[in-house]
C-alpha cells in the first residue's frame, strides 16, 4: 500500500497529530577559495518525513552521524530547514520570524546531550533556570524565585541549591539542571537530544525514570534522539530509524523488535545484546561491511546501498519510496517494493 506522505499521517495511531515534518531537509553549504565559491552541501538532512503524535514519545535512532541532532534542532528552527516544511500544532514553524517564533518557542523546548557543556559555568542554578522566564517575560522577579524552587523540587534537586554553580554538581544533578529548564515555560514538546549518553549507567535509569514521570505529570511529548536501542525501547511509544539524512523505517517499538524489515534496521538489532546466553548463542550477529558514505556525496539509489547485504541492482540507481505496510509500518527498502 502506497502512502503520499504530504497527506498521509505517518504511523497513524489515532491521536492527535502535534508535530507534522514533511520533506525536511538540512543542507550545510561548503565554501572554498578566495572568493568563497560554493561547492557543494553537506546534507546532514536530506528529505524526512514522520508525525509525533500528542503525549507519545518518538524514539529517533542510527549511528552517529547519521543526522539525529541535526533533526532535533531544524524542528526547533535553532537551524534554519533548506526546505520542507515543519507543522507544530497546525503552524508552519518554517515560515515564522521575530516575535512569531520566539512565542511559539515557549511550547517548544530541549535538553541538551552534554550536561557540562550546556549549562554556563558563570551563572547560578536560580540564573540558569530562570533565563527562560526572563526571556519570555513570565512573571515578578519573586514568582520567578518561587517558580524555580518549584522546578528543582519537581526534578530531584534541593531548592536551596538555587544560588550553587554548576560546577559543584554530578553529571546527573546537571542534567537535571537541564530538565528544570527545560520545563520552565510550561512547553508540550520537548527534544530530549540523547540526554543520558554523557552520564553513568547507575544515573542512567535514574534520569529516564524522571522524563517518563515528568511526561505523564504534565502531558508532555516528546522526540528522544538516542543510540542505545535498549534505552529508546524502554522509553518510546514509537521508533523512527534513521541513516545517513533519512528515515528508513519507522513503526511501534514492539513491531520494530518483532518484525524488523530494513536491513539496516534488522543489523542494529542484532547488535543489541539480550540477557539469555540460549537465546545469544543461536542468535546471528549481522556485520556491515565497509564505512558509512560521505554525507557531502551520498549513493544516488538508497543511501544504504553500498553497505547492505541484500542489495540490488534497483538499489543503485532508485531512491525507494517510504511506505506503509500495514498498521504504520513504515519502511523504504525495495526487499518489500518488488
Not at 515560515?95 to 517548544?108: A, D, P, S, W
Not at 541538551?112 to 519570555?136: C, K, W
Not at 553497505?307 to 525495495?334: I, L
Request: net charge neutral; hydrophobic share 35%.
Amino acid at each position: 500500500m502506497s502512502t503520499n506522505p504530504t497527506t498521509t499521517p505517518i504511523g497513524g495511531n489515532g491521536k492527535p497529530t502535534l508535530l507534522e515534518v514533511r520533506g525536511l531537509k538540512m543542507w550545510f553549504p561548503i565554501f572554498r577559495g578566495i572568493l568563497q565559491r560554493h561547492v557543494a552541501d553537506v546534507k546532514a538532512v536530506d528529505g524526512l518525513n514522520f508525525d509525533v503524535y500528542k503525549g507519545e514519545t518518538l524514539g529517533l535512532v542510527g549511528e552517529s552521524g547519521c543526522g539525529k541532532s541535526t533533526t532535533g534542532r531544524a524542528i526547533l528552527q535553532l537551524y534554519r530547514p533548506t526546505a520542507g516544511t515543519v507543522q507544530f500544532d497546525g503552524k508552519d514553524l518554517v515560515k515564522m520570524k521575530g516575535e512569531e517564533l520566539r512565542h511559539m518557542r515557549r511550547q517548544m523546548q530541549m535538553i541538551f546531550q552534554d550536561p557540562y557543556a550546556s549549562l554556563n559555568p558563570r551563572m547560578t542554578v536560580g540564573s540558569i533556570v530562570s533565563e527562560p522566564l526572563e526571556v519570555h517575560n513570565i512573571g515578578t522577579k519573586a514568582e520567578r524565585l518561587e517558580r524555580v524552587r518549584e522546578l528543582l523540587k519537581i526534578v530531584g534537586l534541593n531548592p536551596y541549591f538555587i544560588n550553587r554553580y554548576p560546577h559543584e554538581f554530578s553529571g546527573g544533578q546537571r542534567q537535571r539542571i537541564g530538565v528544570a529548564r527545560a520545563l520552565a515555560v510550561n512547553p508540550s514538546f520537548i527534544v530530549c537530544d540523547e540526554p543520558i549518553s554523557a552520564l553513568d549507567v547507575s544515573i542512567q535509569a535514574q534520569v529516564i525514570n524522571l522524563l517518563e514521570d515528568l511526561q505523564e505529570q504534565f502531558g508532555l511529548t516528546y522526540l528522544f534522539i538516542a543510540h542505545d536501542l535498549s534505552v529508546v525501547r524502554h522509553i518510546s511509544d514509537r521508533i523512527a530509524v534513521m541513516y545517513l539524512g533519512k528515515v528508513v523505517e519507522l513503526t511501534g517499538r514492539d513491531e520494530l523488535y518483532r518484525n524488523p524489515m530494513h536491513p539496516y534496521t534488522q543489523a542494529l538489532l542484532s547488535a543489541v545484546p539480550i540477557p539469555d546466553p540460549v537465546v545469544e548463542e543461536k542468535r546471528r550477529r549481522i556485520i556491515l561491511e565497509g564505512d558509512v558514505p560521505s554525507p557531502v556525496n551520498p549513493p544516488v539509489g538508497c543511501h544504504f546501498c553500498t553497505r547492505c547485504p541484500k542489495v540490488m541492482d534497483v538499489c543503485k540507481d532508485n531512491e525507494p519510496e517510504f511506505r506503509d505496510y500495514g498498521t504504520g509500518h513504515f519502511v523504504a527498502c525495495w526487499l518489500h517494493q518488488k
